[in-house]
């Protein structure tokens, strides 16, 4: 008997994740060992299970897909994780990939893109969705198993401080004051931010900070 693939699906949303299910357990090499509604389970799971592969969702309660990945690859190096979620963004790619997710699929594609990825990210390659191969993201492949780093997007203190409180909702006048700093300085650490993470609005900095947990913890 051939081995399977063995997934364990985690998904906020349970009439995506049932759907998701039937699709991967309708397949002959693959098999779906367990659910989780939220990053927490996810861990639990992960550590009980010990699944080949985690499809893991990017906005989950408790603990968010980025977070969840870059537990899990500490409590269970030898799972690969594939990103499953709505966003395109660019900057939600770079944070998971860097995070260690070894692909990135998007759940408005076909299901035979998800079931291609499942199959490449278990036999231990990368894997990005067609839709977005051409936002030219190679080179933020994260952290394989076995495999080397790679470059990662490193903020200054004072750069991510200054997204922080962006994100929040501070003005560069404000920002400065809090921070004992001139406007040009607080615009030059955005726009370097912003810049290193190839950000084009504020929509895009409160995402990260939501994946950073930022305002989680405010």
């Given amino acids: 008997m051939a081995i399977k693939i063995r997934v364990l699906l985690a998904e906020d949303h349970q009439t995506v994740r049932k759907g998701v299910r039937l699709l991967l357990d309708a397949q002959p090499d693959i098999e779906v060992v367990g659910e989780a509604g939220d990053g927490r389970a996810a861990l639990r799971l992960?550590?009980?299970?010990?699944?080949?592969?985690?499809?893991?969702?990017?906005?989950?309660?408790?603990?968010?897909?980025?977070?969840?990945?870059?537990?899990?690859?500490?409590?269970?190096?030898?799972?690969?994780?594939?990103?499953?979620?709505?966003?395109?963004?660019?900057?939600?790619?770079?944070?998971?990939?860097?995070?260690?997710?070894?692909?990135?699929?998007?759940?408005?594609?076909?299901?035979?893109?998800?079931?291609?990825?499942?199959?490449?990210?278990?036999?231990?390659?990368?894997?990005?969705?067609?839709?977005?191969?051409?936002?030219?993201?190679?080179?933020?492949?994260?952290?394989?198993?076995?495999?080397?780093?790679?470059?990662?997007?490193?903020?200054?203190?004072?750069?991510?401080?200054?997204?922080?409180?962006?994100?929040?909702g501070y003005s560069n006048k404000e920002i400065a004051a809090r921070l004992s700093l001139s406007v040009k300085t607080v615009e030059a650490h955005k726009a370097n931010a912003m810049r290193k993470l190839d950000m084009n609005s504020r929509i895009d900095i409160v995402r990260y900070a939501i994946l950073q947990g930022w305002l989680q913890e405010t």
């Fill in 46 to 168: 992960a550590k009980e299970l010990a699944p080949d592969l985690v499809l893991m969702d990017v906005s989950m309660p408790e603990m968010n897909g980025l977070k969840a990945t870059e537990r899990l690859l500490e409590v269970c190096p030898g799972a690969r994780v594939l990103a499953l979620t709505r966003h395109t963004d660019r900057g939600y790619m770079q944070q998971l990939l860097q995070a260690g997710a070894c692909g990135y699929v998007l759940k408005q594609s076909d299901p035979s893109v998800l079931l291609q990825a499942v199959r490449a990210v278990a036999a231990g390659s990368s894997y990005l969705d067609p839709a977005i191969t051409g936002q030219a993201l190679a080179g933020y492949f994260g952290r394989k198993p076995g495999g080397g780093s790679v470059a990662e997007v490193n903020l200054s203190d004072r750069e991510s401080e200054v997204l922080r409180l962006i994100a929040l």
